[in-house]
């Protein structure tokens, strides 16, 4: 691993609160993820995880300092262009999972590609897209499940669609907050896995921030932050 993959440099976050003062989130904070690592961010609830994370992916802006990828600065690029980046560069997987009820599996999977499509990008055809989140779903063992709605889905099964959803557009970083936090141990352990497999077949880099003590044993390295700050 040499290629740095996304770099934050310096990240401070502040809330501010009536009166005029401010609730510190973030304080400084500067890490480096390389590609093909899984890295996992943990820490106590409150201790500003998830705010980093959001902030790397581009769905948070810091009070101050820099978010880099590749060497190129992100957080100087205008709101179009962070959207195009955050859109080509990312993937999301929440806790909570995030699918629209009213779509199948396979229209949620398909999702990011109609907002790509809004900047621009049409590299596949219709149908193309189509197969292939049919692929990504059958890969995650959901071949049977294409066109069930969310309602009809397990949490696991749920999960596994929206990671299929977050790989559609081949983000070159996945970031999941919180990926086993809503299911049982059993069923934590097979998401877990699967991320893992997506890891090893295409060297995807992947960032965790979790409270699975499993995740964190199994990650190739471990960032901890308390009160706002990289501790180790």
């Known amino acids: 691993m040499v290629d740095q993959a996304l770099c934050a440099k310096d990240v401070v976050k502040e809330y501010k609160l009536p009166g005029g003062s401010a609730l510190g989130i973030l304080q400084g904070v500067s890490i480096s993820v390389y590609k093909g690592e899984i890295v996992v961010i943990v820490g106590a609830s409150g201790a500003g995880k998830s705010t980093l994370l959001h902030i790397l992916g581009l769905l948070d802006k810091p009070t101050s300092g820099e978010i880099f990828y590749n060497g190129v600065n992100l957080s100087k690029l205008s709101q179009k262009d962070q959207a195009e980046r955050r859109n080509r560069i990312f993937g999301f997987v929440f806790q909570s999972y995030h699918l629209l009820p009213d779509f199948t599996s396979l229209e949620n999977v398909l999702m990011p590609v109609f907002i790509a499509r809004s900047f621009g990008n049409k590299d ?8 292939k989140a049919k692929a990504l779903l059958d890969q995650a063992g959901l071949g049977g499940r294409v066109n069930h709605r969310p309602d009809q889905l ?3 099964e749920k999960q596994r669609v929206a990671i299929a959803r977050a790989l ?3 983000p070159e970083v996945l970031l999941c907050d919180e990926p086993t936090g809503n299911l049982d141990s059993k069923t934590g352990q097979e ?3 699967l991320i893992w497999d997506i890891n090893e077949r295409v060297n995807q880099t992947v960032i965790i921030v979790t409270h699975d003590s499993l995740i964190e044993r199994n990650a190739q390295r471990a960032i901890h932050i308390a009160d706002g700050k990289i501790v180790n």
């Open 124 to 131: 596949l055809s219709k149908k193309e897209y189509t197969d």
């Open 154 to 156: 397990s949490g696991g």
């Open 168 to 170: 559609i557009n081949d």
């Open 191 to 193: 998401i877990q896995e």
